[in-house]
Nanobody, 123 residues
């Protein structure tokens, strides 16, 4: 099974930028979709966006459009989530999740999950 590990969270100020990384190991040849989810305190986990090898990026949360973007380094089996113009509402634990199928906002459809990384935006 594919294993995922996120890095890059931290405490930032409103308006700052941050880069989260998600590195895959194991049988990555079966990994076609990489989704990013987040869970804020007291809220349910929500899908933010997903990148598919053959379909590009799909956004699931309107508030991140224009601020969040995915880049990849295939040589490192790493996907990056670049976050700009951070807002207090972006405070959450961010998770990457992998799937051998299509992108979807349904968390249950993803086979592999990282441990999560905390992003806290201070005003």
């Amino acid at each position: 099974q594919v294993q995922l590990a996120e890095f890059g969270g931290g405490l930032v100020q409103v308006g700052d930028s941050l880069r989260l990384s998600c590195t895959a190991s194991g049988p990555t040849g079966t990994l076609y979709a990489l989704g990013w989810f987040r869970q804020a305190p007291g809220k349910e986990r929500e899908a933010v966006l997903c990148f598919h090898n053959f379909g590009g990026t799909t956004y699931y949360t309107d508030s991140v459009k224009g601020r969040f973007a995915i880049t990849r380094d295939n040589a490192k089996n790493t996907v990056y989530l670049d976050i700009n113009s951070l807002k207090p509402d972006d405070t959450a634990v961010y998770y990457c999740a992998g799937s051998s199928n299509l992108c979807t906002r349904r968390a249950s459809a993803y086979d592999s999950w990282g441990q999560g990384t905390q992003v806290t935006v201070s005003s």
